[in-house]
């Protein structure tokens, strides 16, 4: 056999063994991706970082989180109600004007109902307030027996005042807090005045 022809035959060899060999790799990579295929379906669906089975948290039991807050309100109460208000603005002082600043004027009869007290103790709480310039009482537009009472520029100041004093305290404490937790009690704070506000509970709008 002549060179050329011998070269004729080797490079059939050679393209022969490389079509079997690209052949193998073909069904290499098919067998492969049909293994990966079926891993894939047969493996559970992955789950997300702490999703694990029995971490996610309980609802809260409607009745036992009113609880909770009314308690926390209680506390809140107490601890604001031995806040340093100044100015002589006392618990009983400082309600009555919120009242009477936030809901605007009202009847003597409405301001005592709003607090809870009896007519005659409102009337010496408005007697002592007004002798200090903080409210003052105007005719009734259509009752001549009422009148109405309502907080004075000087009233509003003092309870700006008076608050600020008395909250300050909380204040400090919150500011204590990391920006992630006071993001959350802000956040508390938003849903927990549109539950109150859901409520059939008394508003300050000012009553008859």
């Not at 109600?81 to 409405?110: K, M, N």
């Not at 007290?117 to 009752?143: N, Y």
């Not at 309502?150 to 005042?161: I, Y």
């Amino acid at each position: 056999m002549g060179k050329k022809a011998k070269g004729r035959s080797r490079e059939k060899s050679v393209k022969k063994a490389q079509r079997k060999a690209a052949a193998a790799l073909a069904e290499a990579v098919e067998d492969a991706a049909a293994g990966a295929g079926s891993l894939i379906e047969s493996a559970p669906p992955a789950t997300k970082p702490g999703a694990a089975s029995g971490s996610a948290p309980r609802p809260a039991d409607p009745t036992e989180l009113a609880a909770r807050l009314a308690n926390l309100s209680t506390v809140l109460q107490r601890q604001l109600a031995h806040g340093d208000t100044g100015d002589g603005l006392t618990r009983s002082r400082l309600s009555a004007l919120a009242l009477l600043v936030l809901g605007g004027p009202r009847t003597l009869g409405a301001l005592a109902a709003a607090e809870r007290v009896r007519p005659p103790t409102m009337t010496r709480l408005v007697h002592a307030m007004e002798a200090d310039g903080l409210v003052a009482r105007e005719a009734h537009p259509s009752d001549g027996r009422s009148i109405i009472i309502r907080a004075t520029p000087m009233g509003e100041r003092q309870l700006e005042r008076g608050r600020a004093r008395q909250i300050a305290p909380l204040a400090q404490a919150i500011a204590a807090r990391g920006r992630t937790e006071r993001l959350q009690l802000a956040a508390a704070s938003d849903l927990l005045g549109e539950v109150l506000r859901d409520t059939a509970w008394e508003s300050l709008e000012p009553s008859e």
